[in-house]
């Protein structure tokens, strides 16, 4: 079966069950990420709960069995991902406010994937928890700081996940994963891109509330002081071993490298801004562009942090090709 035949059929599959009326077709995904650039995707659905969300699954896997794979992505708040300007010839799933939900019972917290980081941060410091701090400074969700191991200031997820319910949207199933299953690496995990990371439990400790707030704002002034906000999708590449991606770009005369509508960032040389109005492929080409002169100046291959969807191979960075 053509993919063409693949995505008619779980067009129809989706739309004949309960999950018809969340159903959208060429749905722009510019809005869903911070880059705010990138073109539609083919199907687009919102899990309303767990219950939907499962419901797709099943949907999904049957619909790959009829045929090869569906092209799945997993849309969270966008802060790590850049769509192609051609859009994505695939499914794009993003979780409803169901998922947005987070408890806190003595040091363990327990949040679903579409809980913000930053909220959490500071919802356990008031609680007088202490080990979550330097979530404040990522502008992200719980499920796509699991899949990437998000972190910053000397932590990450790793530091205080203990597991995870996942949802396998390409074979249908669900179980909880423990942290060690996970494989949590820099910046990386066993979570494919078809896979839904849709609660976690963190195990956190008690701690001096004042000492942590202080924590917080440090964060806070160091983020506002040293990284660009606007049309971003925070660092771009991840850090070689002893050596910041930044300093290695900065040294190398990329800083404020424009292509078209894209530019490196003159506050802070792993950041890449983008224009209103402005094109993907450019944010693409820039990035390959620092990574030529970075090898040319260093001997130093970049590798991108950043999620790209829906680009030819030519058309990516070197290290995603």
């Not at 911070?34 to 049957?62: D, H, K, M, W």
């Not at 992200?140 to 530091?159: L, Q, Y």
């Not at 396998?168 to 199933?173: E, V």
Request: hydrophobic letters at 40%; glycine letters at 10%; one cysteine or more.
């Amino acid at each position: 079966m053509t993919l063409d035949g693949l995505l008619d059929d779980l067009d129809r599959r989706i739309a004949e069950s309960c999950l018809g009326p969340a159903l959208k077709r060429r749905h722009s995904l510019a809005s869903h990420t911070t880059y705010r650039v990138g073109g539609p995707a083919r199907l687009y659905v919102t899990a309303a709960g767990l219950a939907e969300l499962e419901t797709l699954a099943v949907i999904v896997a049957e619909t790959s069995r009829r045929g090869s794979e569906v092209p799945v992505l997993v849309i969270g708040k966008g802060s790590n991902l850049l769509v192609a300007d051609r859009g994505f010839d695939g499914l794009a799933v993003a979780l409803g406010p169901h998922f947005e939900h987070f408890e806190i019972d003595r040091t363990t917290v327990t949040a679903s994937a579409a809980a913000l980081l930053p909220v959490i941060a500071r919802a356990t410091v008031e609680s007088g928890l202490s080990g979550f701090e330097w979530a404040v400074g990522v502008p992200g969700s719980v499920g796509g700081a699991v899949r990437m191991n998000a972190g910053g200031h000397g932590s990450d997820m790793s530091r205080s996940l203990v597991e995870a319910l996942v949802v396998d949207l390409r074979s249908g199933a669900t179980g909880v994963r423990s942290a060690s299953e996970l494989q949590l690496g820099y910046r990386s995990s066993a979570i494919a891109e078809h896979q839904v990371a849709v609660s976690v439990k963190l195990q956190l400790r008690f701690g001096d509330r004042r000492a942590a707030r202080a924590e917080l704002a440090e964060i806070v002034r160091w983020r506002r002081a040293n990284q660009p906000g606007g049309r971003n999708a925070g660092s771009v590449f991840t850090n070689p071993e002893h050596v910041s991606a930044g300093a290695l770009i900065e040294s190398a005369g990329a800083k404020r490298l424009r292509v078209g509508t894209a530019e490196v960032s003159a506050k802070h040389a792993n950041f890449i801004q983008c224009d209103e109005g402005g094109r993907a492929g450019d944010v693409a080409a820039v990035m390959r562009e620092v990574q030529r002169l970075v090898k040319e100046a260093h001997g130093v291959e970049l590798s991108p942090e950043t999620r790209l969807v829906g680009f030819e191979p030519e058309e990516l960075p070197r290290t995603l090709t």
